[in-house]
């Protein structure tokens, strides 16, 4: 029986976070909660962590307005960042001007570097995923990362209610990247943006060789 509501392959793609459409109209429109403002505005655990480590390649998906992405430019580090909305890729190419790095307007999960990634940096792109997705997002990361590597960001754990943010269970996160990662680091974040507020943990995960 047709219940009347919409399934979500039945609703138009500005309204299904899968697609690109979805996040050009937030882009477009201003609408972006997730953004910190600035490079001024990113988490004490980002700065914490990238000032002890090396200069490395770095991977940084859904990279939106790529703040991120300038600053381990600056630092030294070889970066990627990409982003399949091209709302989201022109206000990074803004912030971006005269960097050294790659920027890609493209699909994470199709994107298939020479050789893999010594990290990956995770802010704000799984919960943007619908919950559908995450199998396959471990999938790539497990491609992505080189053994040895790391993946290490921002994860919004929590209650599984609606989204996005999706919030990701505890034990659900574990399942997810524990047969290809193993968490080094795990701490809540005191100084998330009011969207994600009390579920952000800063975590790195060790790709098992």
């Known amino acids: 029986m047709d219940s009347g509501v919409p399934s979500s392959e039945q609703k138009p793609a500005s309204q299904r976070p899968e697609t690109p459409d979805f996040w050009d109209k937030r882009f477009a429109e201003g609408v972006m909660p997730w953004d910190v403002g600035s490079c001024d505005g990113l988490p004490q655990a980002f700065r914490r962590f990238f000032a002890a480590r090396p200069a490395s390649r770095v991977l940084v998906p859904g990279c939106g307005t790529a703040y991120e992405a300038a600053?381990?430019?600056?630092?030294?580090?070889r970066v990627t960042a990409l982003d399949?909305?091209?709302?989201?890729?022109?206000?990074?190419?803004?912030q971006l001007a005269g960097w050294g790095g790659t920027l890609l307007c493209a699909d994470f999960f199709a994107h298939a570097p020479e050789t893999a990634y010594d990290l990956v940096f995770e802010r704000a792109f799984l919960c943007a995923l619908p919950r559908k997705l995450w199998p396959d997002y471990a999938a790539a990361m497990a491609r992505l990362v080189a053994p040895g590597g790391l993946l290490a960001g921002f994860f919004i754990v929590g209650e599984e209610a609606g989204g996005p943010p999706f919030a990701c269970d505890p034990a659900r996160l574990?399942?997810?990247l524990s047969p290809h990662f193993m968490r080094e680091e795990d701490e809540l974040v005191g100084d998330s943006l009011p969207v994600f507020a009390g579920k952000e943990r800063w975590q790195t995960w060790r790709r098992r060789s």
């Open 71 to 77: 600053l381990l430019d600056g630092a030294g580090h």
């Open 84 to 94: 399949f909305s091209r709302e989201a890729v022109a206000k990074a190419e803004a």
């Open 174 to 176: 574990e399942a997810l």
